[in-house]
């Protein structure tokens, strides 16, 4: 009896972390479903891992969630599911504009809910799947100028971790893992309009090491990956910080 191919599902894997994701799964032997919104791109990487496939979804809408949750739902092979497309909101939260604020959430939050939920369907059944969601450090802290951003960061790191105690506590071997990275090179930025100068080349990381890090830490079911030691140790040492000194950390570093 052949044994089916492994496959995965990379939300936002047109470039930056998602791409990253494609290209090591795609070396690993998966099948990779490739989605984001902007298909040229999309076909032009499928074309590229000959063993991909481009699935074109706004995940900022009902529609087509609900198509990629069924295409998850009709996949018997699906092994990983990679829950990276989000972007961010610059600005105060008085003043951003709120369909963009909604949009965002409903990717963050709705999305990755939705695609868990039919994903560990199938995934508990056959007592095998990795699930990553891709975070943020900025989930760990509250930012100026960041409302939304941090804040559904924060929602995706609880949700996670929840997530983690509920498969253990039925002794499933379905791993999941919130991957939180700091600032890293990718078009995130660019689309935010945010000079990458304002902050230390030493806190910028490659999106080939956040990913690396990140499949290590899975195959050591890890719940929290933080690429960068400089970033373990942020987070690290502001979890005993008073909420005056997270304050004044926020004031310098921030959008603008």
Not at 87 to 100: I, N, R, S, T
Not at 207 to 216: H, I, K, M, N
Not at 231 to 237: A, D, E, H, S, W
Request: proline fraction near 4%; charge should be positive.
């Amino acid at each position: 009896m052949r044994i089916p191919q492994p496959v995965a599902l990379i939300t936002g894997a047109s470039s930056g972390i998602g791409e990253v994701f494609a290209r090591k799964l795609s070396r690993r032997g998966y099948r990779v479903l490739l989605v984001a919104r902007r298909l040229e791109r999309l076909q032009k990487l499928a074309d590229e891992l000959n063993n991909a496939e481009a699935l074109q979804a706004d995940l900022a809408m009902d529609s087509d969630i609900r198509r990629v949750a069924a295409r998850i739902a009709a996949e018997p092979g699906l092994e990983f599911l990679v829950n990276n497309a989000g972007f961010g909101v610059p600005g105060k939260f008085f003043e951003a504009d709120l369909e963009a604020l909604d949009r965002m959430h409903r990717l963050h939050m709705i999305a990755t809910e939705r695609l868990t939920h039919t994903a560990l369907k199938g995934m508990m059944e056959r007592d095998k799947g990795n699930i990553v969601n891709v975070s943020s450090v900025a989930g760990f802290f509250h930012t100026l100028n960041s409302n939304g951003y941090s804040a559904t960061k924060a929602w995706i790191n609880s949700f996670t971790e929840c997530l983690y105690m509920d498969l253990k506590n039925s002794g499933s071997p379905v791993r999941v893992q919130a991957l939180c990275p700091g600032f890293t090179y990718t078009e995130f930025h660019d689309v935010i309009k945010m000079d990458r100068s304002r902050i230390s080349k030493s806190l910028w990381m490659d999106p080939e090491a956040v990913v690396e890090d990140s499949l290590q830490g899975l195959g050591k079911n890890r719940l929290f990956v933080i690429p960068g030691w400089r970033y373990r140790l942020l987070v690290g040492l502001t979890r005993c910080f008073p909420r005056s000194l997270k304050h004044c950390l926020a004031y310098k570093i921030k959008y603008r």
